[in-house]
């Protein structure tokens, strides 16, 4: 199996290439050359496996210049029972009629980044010993707050590596910043930055592919590469819990083998989403893939319409992780959907990074629409999409998954398709204690600390309280670095000591 560009499809590399790079030297990502296929016969026979024989399954096809022993070792040292509190990893929890959850914030951090970031330090370090040997890799991260937090805690104490978060500083809430910026490890900085997501993510972008800098690192002996979602080993991990929700779903006589499913993914960088897509054109047997936004619309109006737009007014709102007006990983799915047109994407990226815009053909569009549908909600829906589910079935959802609860729930009413479908459930409620706080009792929060913010949801609600977040009581604040957008070279330079 061979990775290429998607803006320029003569490259031509491994995946542990693809994977210690991070993006492609011309700005383009890494795509797979082919999808690899599974019959409904070998998804029945993943029915019987644990997740860690289900993600070595997966990722086999993908990783396939890594040894049987080498991928043992990384998904067995990932998805270990110390580090996930379910048994089963990412389990599927069943709501109402053809309503069902997958739970994908069981990890250390207690958001679904977890699910790659937990392997991706792994497929990294295996990949660089195989194509950069002795080269210390320093990671860069621009996080709307989950990615950061998660990429920390892969990579701490990680040898040959070094890692650099980058979050908006008004971006993310107490507790994410709480996370960071007690994170432990020799080899971690964190710094706020004056600016939104977006301008953290292209600043970043542009440090990678800034020759001086990297011609500095090399004197070091040291390289750049991506724990963000352009890095094809942080997407690989995802696609293998849509096979396992469709196995548990299988399990759980919810459906039976060769049974459609939908999937509804609270989206930002639509990385997960893309998982999905990926999951799809392998043979799971997924009808429609919906992608749902909370007011930064962008991509429910591209989906709709055709336009990607970025020129409009921000938002900051209670779900963080998805303030996002640039979406990378669409340009991944452009390419796919295209016939691997890599021209056609250049020119719409450089659209985009020119005028901030772009629209594709009619009939791009409709092939994308065959398979994707959207939806966005407004702050209020997502409090009463909070409440209602708690008040109605006992279950508590934090921000982001409400957001994808509610453009479902809209998504069936539209169109009256009412097949099995999992919704995909990205963070902890107590991530986000104040707004869950809120909206179950109607808008009116205490003024608390984000602890005792925790122990009255605790209180309210008799949800657990995930360990990894109840113990950051304890810990002391290591990083107050602030820089503006402008100097976050200069703060690379300054935290590397170069
Ligand atoms: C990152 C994140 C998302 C968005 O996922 P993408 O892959 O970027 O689309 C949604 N919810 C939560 C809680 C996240 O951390």
């Keep these: 199996m061979f990775y290429t560009s998607t803006r320029d499809k003569s490259i031509k590399v491994t995946a542990s290439q693809a994977i210690a790079q991070g993006i492609s030297e011309e700005g383009g990502l890494f795509v797979p050359c082919e999808m690899p296929q599974f019959s409904m016969d070998k998804i029945n026979s993943m029915v019987k496996m644990s997740y860690i024989d289900r993600a070595k399954t997966v990722l086999k096809e993908f990783l396939t210049d890594f040894t049987e022993d080498e991928l043992s070792y990384c998904v067995e040292g990932a998805y270990s029972a110390d580090k996930f509190s379910s048994a089963a990893i990412a389990p599927t929890v069943h709501i109402d009629g053809n309503k069902n959850i997958l739970e994908l914030w069981h990890g250390p951090t207690c958001a679904f980044k977890d699910m790659a970031l937990q392997l991706l330090p792994y497929l990294m370090t295996v990949s660089a010993k195989k194509t950069a040997e002795g080269k210390t890799i320093v990671i860069l991260v621009a996080t709307s707050g989950d990615t950061g937090k998660a990429a920390l805690e892969g990579f701490k104490d990680v040898d040959k ?15 994410q ?7 432990e490890g020799e080899n971690v900085s964190v710094c706020a930055i004056n600016g939104n997501f977006d301008d953290a993510q292209s600043a970043v972008k542009s440090i990678f592919t800034n020759s001086e800098i990297k011609n500095e690192l090399a004197k070091k002996n040291m390289m750049f590469s991506s724990a963000n979602s ?38 930002g960088n639509f990385g997960n989403i893309l998982a999905g897509f990926y999951a799809k054109q392998m043979g799971l047997p997924i009808k429609m893939l919906i992608c749902a936004s909370n007011s930064n619309n962008v991509l429910t109006d591209f989906l709709k319409t055709g336009t990607y737009d970025k020129n409009r007014a921000f938002y900051t709102t209670t779900s963080p992780s998805m303030d996002i007006l640039i979406s990378s ?18 020119d719409l990226m450089k659209q985009l990074s020119e005028n901030g815009k772009y629209t594709v053909s009619d009939e791009l569009i409709g092939k994308i629409q065959n398979t994707f549908d959207a939806g966005f909600t407004s702050e209020t829906d ?37 097949i099995p479908t999992v919704i995909d459930s990205t963070a902890s409620p107590y991530k986000f204690s104040k707004s869950v706080l809120s909206a179950i009792s109607g808008g009116n929060t205490p003024q608390l600390d984000e602890f005792s913010m925790v ?44």
């Design 177 to 183: 910043k709480l996370q960071m910026t007690t994170q």
């Design 161 to 175: 590596t070094k890692i650099l978060v980058f979050y908006p500083v008004d971006g993310v809430s107490p507790m």
């Design 455 to 498: 122990d009255e949801l605790n209180r309210v609600t008799k949800a657990e309280v995930p360990a990894p977040l109840a113990s950051l009581k304890e810990k002391t604040v290591r990083f107050n670095n602030v820089c503006d957008k402008e100097n976050m070279s200069e703060m690379v330079f300054k935290l590397l000591n170069l």
């Design 329 to 346: 990983n669409l340009e991944r799915l452009l390419y796919h959907m295209s016939g691997n047109n890599d021209s056609l994407v250049a």
């Design 382 to 418: 997502v409090d009463e999409t909070i409440k209602n589910h708690f008040d109605k079935y006992n279950y508590l959802c934090d921000t982001h998954t409400a957001v994808a609860v509610k453009v479902y729930d809209e998504y069936a009413a539209r169109t009256g398709d009412d």
């Design 230 to 267: 352009i890095n094809w080993g942080r997407l690989v991990p995802q696609i293998v819990y849509y096979f396992s929700t469709y196995c548990d779903m299988i399990s759980m006589n919810k459906i039976n083998a060769g049974d459609e499913i939908n999937v509804v993914v609270p989206t």
